[in-house]
């Protein structure tokens, strides 16, 4: 799963290194594998075959030849390759020194142009813009709908006739009440269409020329498959593209289509959608892409996002902290904050094979009240002390421990309680640190050391975990372990 | 399914008539591809190098297209020929079984699940009837006593049976899919479908996330004649569904068609929010939702397969509706959906119309991939 495509380099170069030259069937063996990972990828097979001819050159060049890794070399070409062609910079997107600039959205059904046009809109009115989206989808059942209630939401301007107008006329139309409503951009949503369908493409030559737009946007889905070269080279043909959006890329699509539209069409990816409300737009990262094509993109976004709780540099000072022994209570607290905030994150990563169960035990573990309860509770008491209490716990003798019971709302008995599962835990980490860690914290970086230590303080009663999985306490007899879903039938 | 029509002679006619119309258009469009193939005497390396380029680009995927390929190579080996016309039929032969694999198995679901239905109501009957004896001794003695089991009038459309006291109870049907997939259009295709068939047909407005969308399924339902329950744009999905079966228990409906908010198959709270849906549905009316379908878009690549698992994951899927055919996309994925996963593809869409739509047969759509 994480990096098949690496794997399987390996495999084909494994033993080749000690020889000291790769053979001309070595490196055909090699571009099979990077022919297969870019086709499940749905990069379009012509395009695949023309980016293997280009990778094969550079491969059978020394430097592979000669080095100590030829698979991971062979994904280093191949990735770097995938950036270079799929634009290395983002671009902007072009605004008329004359105002108003005109967009113009185009796009198969479905592929997401209502939703990107109000998110543009969004985006440009935050950039200081006066946006006007105009309703030109009079084929689909309620577009027109759709577009004056996200307007609405937004509170941006839309200008519609209805459906029975034609939509080169409503864009022309449009374009007056732009200049009379003092809007500087134009946004034109378009009906979807096929690329074959002649009579709407045509109309769509006939927006164009009534309009002139200064970008014209084709709005793609990250799943789509092989067709999207025929799709691009069509819209293209027709009408000149300037940019593409690809949309849809929160969910788990290699997006292969990006670079087969690139290379076919030249033109520049500028936005990506990734989710459903109208913020959800971001500048394209070739990058990113370009790894998750080759099948580690999820593992990267993920990664991403569990770095927003669990920074790894941060991490790696606690391990640090860990394995001299100077964790704190404040770095204790800090855990379980971070725990907390994981609820969404371990959802995420529970779709995932093989870190799947594991998530998702800690997440039910985690969402019990209880455990909610006892969380807060610790947090209370802790924030009662003062810093350097938090920081050198020794400090705090029965007085102290007095007050701070006071302080969180429990009895002095909690107090201790929780000092001694932090001792105990500390004591813990420094074995720990010394030799292996739990299975989770090697996973998110020292949240499951901690988690290990949330472990000992919800079972009160002893005093020596002997347990360094996080999950213990939950495990023994707690409610609210995973739901039974039902399976249909 | 067809089969259980009740048809008028002419509104048979339009059927059929509507039925070949929309397959035609996947004849201009998709049809064909295959054919060309074949033109040759005899079959070279260089035709099965042909052949699995060309099944790529319909985006059947590596794994399925060296599947196929492999078999047909092994086939065209036992029978020792290369005559071109001996492999397309092998080749022809290993497609419909790839799809038909996965409609068996279907058929053999749904009959295990009638099976279950059955006994559901025998004992829901048999309940019924202790009850009835008890209050009412005399009648059953008299021989009176009307089996609240009694079969059906010959179903027009898929039927769900009848409850224990004998009322009708609606066939509920779950669409579900990604963001654009086609799920209103498809619904609203569906209904034609089942009111041609002479069912009366109510439809649920679940989306209510999407901006439009449940003034997109009231205008279809306009359109085709069937009624449409919605609440208000946001409010709970599974409330819409569950008044919806409601209304058909009440109003003695045939089929409710619950449309479902797009969502992507990573999503998990909005995957959650599906599963619940299915559960308030079920409590709606024990044994529904009958049918959940995927609606697939047939210019999908390779993550059609993970849509299929991880929507067969959630709420488990009977089939899919694979759209928008009337381009230049092949749908490939639904074949290796078919060969993976087994779930096969029930309709297919193939335009804006509401009679742009038939029941996919396996037999009929392979031979039209290779029709000249």
Sequence with gaps: MFDTLSDKLEGVFRGLTGRGSISPEDIKKAMNEVERALIEADVNLRVTRSFIAAIEEEAVGEKVLKGLNPGQQVVKIVNDKLIEVLGGENEKLITSPQAPTIIMMVGLQGSGKTTHVAKLARMLRKGGKRPLMVACDTQRPAAVDQLQTLGKQLNIPVYSEGTEPRPPEIAKRALDAARKGGNDVIILDTAGRLQIDDALMTELEEVKGNTKPHEILLVVDAMTGQESVNVAEEFNRRVGLTGVILTKMDGDARGGAALSVRAVTGVPIKFMGTGEKTDAIEPFYPDRIASRILGMGDILTLIEKAQQQFDEAEAQKLQEKMKKGSFDLEDFVDQLRKIRKMGSLSGLLGLLPGVGKQMKELRNALETPEAERELSRTEAIVMSMTKNERHNPDLIDSSRRKRIAKGSGVQVSDVNNLLQQFRTMRQMMRSMGKGEMPNMGALMGGGGGAGGGFGGVNSRKSNQPKQVDPLAAYKSGKPGGPRPTKKKK | MFNFFRRKKQEEAEIQERTREAL???????????????????????????????????????????????????????????????????????????????????????????????????????NAEMERRRKDKVQVKKGTFQSPDAPPAAAVIPSAGVGAQGEKRPYVIMVVGVNGSGKTTSIAKLAQYYR?????????????????????????????????????????????????????????????????????????????????VERVIEKAQPGAPHEIVLVLDAVTGQNGLSQAKHFSNAVGIDGVILTKLDGTAKGGVAFAIANDMKIPIKYIGTGEKVGDFAEFEALAYVNALFEK
Excluded: C, H
């Excluded at chain 2, 590596?62 to 190579?73: P, R, V």
């Excluded at chain 2, 065209?76 to 790839?98: A, H, Q």
């Design chain 2, 24 to 126: 035609e258009k996947t004849r201009t469009s998709g049809g064909g591809f295959l054919s060309r193939l074949f033109e040759l005497d005899d079959i070279t390396d260089q035709f099965w190098e042909d052949l699995k380029e060309t099944l790529i680009k319909a985006d059947l995927g590596y794994n399925l297209t060296e599947k196929l390929i492999q078999q047909s190579q092994k086939r065209t080996l036992d029978e020792d020929t290369t005559r071109s016309k001996d492999v397309e039929r092998i080749f022809r032969g290993e497609m419909v079984r790839t799809l038909e694999e996965a409609q068996n198995k279907a058929q053999a679901s749904v009959l295990a699940n009638a099976e279950k239905e059955k006994q559901r109501r025998e004992i829901e009957r048999r």
């Design chain 2, 196 to 276: 041609n068939g002479g069912g009366s047909v109510v439809l649920g407005a679940a989306d209510t996330f999407r901006a439009g969308a449940i003034d997109q399924l009231k205008i279809w339902g306009g359109r085709v004649g069937v009624p449409v329950i919605a609440r208000a744009e946001g409010s709970d999905p599974a409330s819409v569904a569950f008044d919806t079966v409601k209304y058909a228990n009440d109003n003695g409906t045939d089929i409710v068609i619950i449309d479902t908010a797009g969502r992507l198959q990573t999503n998990f709270n909005l995957m959650e929010e599906m599963k619940r």
